[in-house]
């Protein structure tokens, strides 16, 4: 197998981010729809380039350079790292 092969499979095994709940989203006192546009964002922008990162994994120190790299705005950056910091909150 190829190099690249073997990244594709690996990439297309890693689990995907959690969708957000209305359960979540009440215990953060945020509306669904900015923890859905979150995700949405982690999954589209950094997921296109790497593994998207799930909430528990250690995505704080690397946000403002990879923040600038996926050209995020201030407001998509808000939502991706709002849903990133509710969804690590262990239920």
Do not use: F
Request: aromatic share 2%; proline share 9%; hydrophobic share 45%.
């Amino acid at each position: 197998m190829r190099p690249i092969v073997v990244l594709v499979a690996v990439a297309a095994c890693a689990p995907a981010p959690p969708h957000a709940t209305a359960a979540d989203a009440l215990r953060a006192n945020v509306a669904l729809a900015e923890l859905e546009q979150g995700r949405t964002i982690v999954v589209g922008k950094c997921g296109g380039c790497h593994k998207p990162p799930l909430p528990t994994d250690h995505w704080q120190p690397v946000m403002t350079d990879m923040a600038t790299r996926a050209k995020l705005d201030a407001n998509q950056r808000r939502l991706a790292e709002q849903y990133l910091s509710v969804m690590a909150v262990t239920k």
